[in-house]
């Protein structure tokens, strides 16, 4: 039944003169295994749904019992992040040098958030990332890394790095909103317009996307109150959860010059 509705969804529609082909994620959980109540069927059919969106949506995902110790699981690292978050505890930043290919010189830093988790250890974005980001707390967290990232390149500078220069990652729901250009303004008290320069953010275009319309407008005030040196930014979509010798982002910091001459490479 479930293959048939998908099927019968997959039909073009016509929606003001534009045929239009939609998707559908469904989660199934099953009576009496998953549940003996409409309540507690609904709620795992509910949690095979958000897995079955997680997989990438336009498919199907049956309930088993380890989505509830996921579920489980996730809501506590919400309250344990929202918690790191207000005490300033766990999270931290590690630094990925990016080298000038001519020169062999370190030119700039990419800030990497991590979270040191009392119980399960170093914690990598991709799992606290989503989570954030689906409970309101992306931008706090975004707000965070950029303040921290001021703070130790001002360490850096009064030791001597002055040209030194850090690229911050935000996430595309956080680029879109509009408060963005403001918050940015809040931490002047770290002199981020003189060290971050002409370079400042990489964006992650994940799931669920955020238009590039939707991004201009924000990107284009931050642009014009850092005159007289303008920002290049450069937004590249690439597949969100794998981790290799190059990162995940490149960065274009002058159209002219490719990649400005500048390849990433993880510390070992």
């Not at 996921?70 to 300033?88: H, M, S």
């Not at 400042?200 to 014009?224: A, M, T």
């Not at 959860?241 to 995940?248: A, E, F, I, K």
Request: with cysteine.
């Amino acid at each position: 039944m479930a293959l048939r509705i998908m099927q019968k969804m997959k039909e073009p529609i016509e929606l003001a003169g534009r045929r239009m082909v939609m998707t559908t994620s469904i989660g199934i959980s099953v009576f009496p295994d998953d549940g003996k109540t409409c309540e507690e069927l609904l709620k795992n059919a509910d949690l095979a749904l958000y897995q079955s969106k997680g997989n990438g949506r336009n498919g199907l995902h049956f309930f088993s019992p380890n989505l509830k110790t996921k579920a489980t699981l996730e809501l506590q690292l919400e309250e344990e992040l929202r918690n790191a978050l207000r005490g300033e505890s766990g999270l931290m930043l590690y630094y990925q040098p990016i080298l000038d290919l001519k020169s062999g010189q370190v030119t700039k830093l990419e800030a990497l958030v991590r979270w040191q988790h009392p119980t399960h250890g170093l914690l990598v974005p991709d799992r606290f990332i989503g989570i954030a980001e689906a409970n309101g707390l992306i931008a706090e967290l975004d707000h965070w890394v950029l303040r921290k990232a001021c703070e130790d390149l001002s360490t850096l500078s009064r030791q001597g790095c002055s040209t030194l220069k850090i690229a911050v990652n935000c996430s595309a729901l956080n680029l879109a909103r509009e408060e963005l250009p403001d918050e940015i303004e809040s931490v002047e008290q770290y002199d981020f317009l003189k060290l971050f320069g002409s370079d400042f953010v990489q964006g992650y275009l994940l799931s669920p996307p955020v238009p590039l319309d939707e991004l201009h407008p924000v990107l284009n005030e931050i642009n014009q109150r850092r005159q007289p040196t303008p920002m290049a930014i450069s937004f590249l979509g690439i597949a969100h959860g794998t981790d290799g010798p190059m990162s995940r982002d490149l960065f274009l910091d002058n159209p002219g010059r490719y990649a400005g001459a500048s390849i990433e490479q993880p510390v070992r």
